[in-house]
């Protein structure tokens, strides 16, 4: 996956290390000038120095051929509007915006950004779980952002299809709270056995929810 990242501070560069370990494309835009060659030496990736919320920048950026725009910036408005520039004028198909003042979180996502993190510790698993996958869906964040009510459609080629629960591993604590297939509602027991296109209801802490998707096979690209 490529991913541009719109600010290249703290946040920006810990999250740039994070998705270049995962085997992602990364470029950076960031405004000031020597951190731009600091994360440059550094990482080893281009870093674009320039305003994010700048049309001009976002096209030297290649925003259009990034599979998701995450702005990490210290002001949640910049966030915002380079997300949407990022979404409407570059077709990128994800967007994630940290939103340094929790009470911006429930606008943001008004305002069309797809995901909204509040926190920084998770955000290198929420946003990989946002750019790998369409087969997991956050419904309901829970405990401040620490934990999360998922759905998740298992693919046609998971990879214990056919297997009880019992028999399938499930780290991090993660509950399965529902499976319904087709139009039946099925409470899950030890016993009850999961196919492919069965949609999982899942509660499970934000970070460790990664360790269960690579564990299912779900993560792969």
Not at 63 to 85: M, R
Not at 145 to 168: Q, R, V, W, Y
Request: proline share 4%; net charge negative; charged share 20%.
């Amino acid at each position: 996956m490529k991913i541009c990242i719109a600010g290249g501070g703290r946040v920006g560069r810990y999250l740039a290390q994070s998705l270049l370990a995962n085997h992602h494309s990364v470029v950076i835009i960031e405004p000031i000038e020597a951190q731009c060659r600091m994360l440059a030496d550094q990482l080893d990736i281009p870093v674009i120095c320039g305003d994010s919320i700048s049309m001009d920048i976002l096209r030297t950026a290649d925003a259009a051929s990034c599979d998701a725009f995450v702005a990490v910036t210290g002001s949640d408005e910049d966030n915002l509007i380079a997300c949407q520039l990022a979404k409407r004028e570059f077709g990128v198909d994800r967007t994630v915006a940290r939103a340094s003042n929790p009470k911006n979180r429930e606008l943001l996502h008004t305002l069309g950004v797809d995901t909204v993190v509040c926190g920084t510790d998770n955000l290198s698993h929420i946003l990989e779980r946002e750019i790998e996958t369409d087969t997991i869906r956050q419904l309901l964040s829970l405990g401040g952002g620490t934990a999360s009510l998922n759905e998740i459609l298992l693919p046609e080629n998971f990879a214990f299809a056919g297997k009880a629960i019992m028999d399938i591993p499930i780290p991090g604590n993660a509950i399965l709270v529902s499976v319904t297939r087709d139009t039946e509602l099925i409470i899950p027991h030890g016993n009850t056995v999961l196919l492919p296109w069965d949609r999982i209801l899942l509660l499970t802490q934000d970070d460790t929810l990664h360790l269960l998707t690579e564990a299912w096979g779900l993560s792969e690209k």
